[in-house]
T-cell receptor
Framework: NSKVIQTPRYLVKGQGQKAKMRCIPE?????VFWYQQNKNNEFKFLIN????????QIDMTEKRFSAECPSNSPCSLEIQSSEAGDSALYLC????????????FGAGTRLSVL | GDSVTQTEGQVALSEEDFLTIHCNYS??????LFWYVQYPGEGPQLLFR?????EKGSSRGFEATYDKGTTSFHLRKASVQESDSAVYYC????????????FGDGTQLVVKP
């Protein structure tokens, strides 16, 4: 069973509303990832962190999303102004090291934007 | 750029059939290869991984061999069960990618009793 905890499991928002989801990575894992999985099961990488530092992020994340991994608090991903196309499963994953390491995923937050 | 191609979008089998899901990859470096499985309502979970040419990964009767020559990592199982029904993803991670994992499009396996 996954030790990465994501909350909430389901999130329903109207267009233009903020949507915020949280993730507690597996204990001892300093590297955290966010992926978006669409209804066709395709994965889109959004952003990753090592401790509190952003390692990599895509343009979309930079412009419309905000994410952080503060020390001693859950990581979070927030969509500033939700759009219908943001409806997806948002997956958080953690790993021990930066390079070529196994990712351990949470169960995800399913966002529906009406 | 790095990418993973899974040929089969969906595979339908009966219990005790032999399974093959094809996976080919493209990477600039020497990637680590993974097979993940995702059940409904859950996140992907690691089935197994391989990091070197000719290395075989295996778990729960599933296996795949890293083949650098043909850039492949095909998933096989000799005898599937209904409980194996899930979506299977081939994936790779490259030293140059900050551990970002590139996933294939997934293969939906349906096993009928």
């Amino acid at each position: 069973n996954s030790k990465v905890i994501q909350t909430p499991r389901y999130l329903v928002k109207g267009q233009g509303q903020k949507a915020k989801m949280r993730c507690i990575p597996e204990k001892g894992h300093p590297v955290v990832f966010w992926y978006q999985q669409n209804k066709n099961n395709e994965f889109k990488f959004l952003i990753n962190f090592q401790n509190q530092e952003v390692l990599q992020q895509i343009d979309m994340t930079e412009k419309r999303f905000s994410a952080e991994c503060p020390s001693n608090s859950p990581c979070s991903l927030e969509i500033q102004s939700s759009e219908a196309g943001d409806s997806a499963l948002y997956l958080c994953a953690s790993s021990l090291r930066r390079a070529q390491n196994t990712l351990y995923f949470g169960a995800g937050t399913r966002l529906s934007v009406l | 750029g790095d990418s993973v191609t899974q040929t089969e979008g969906q595979v339908a089998l009966s219990e005790e059939d032999f399974l093959t899901i094809h996976c080919n990859y493209s990477a600039s470096g020497y990637p680590t290869l993974f097979w993940y499985v995702q059940y409904p309502g859950e996140g992907p979970q690691l089935l197994f991984r391989a990091s070197r040419d000719k290395e075989k990964g295996s778990s729960r009767g599933f296996e795949a061999t890293y083949d650098k020559g043909t850039t492949s990592f095909h998933l096989r199982k000799a005898s599937v069960q209904e409980s194996d029904s899930a979506v299977y993803y081939c994936a790779l991670s490259d030293l140059n990618s900050n551990n970002r994992i590139f996933f294939g499009d997934g293969t939906q396996l349906v096993v009928k009793p």
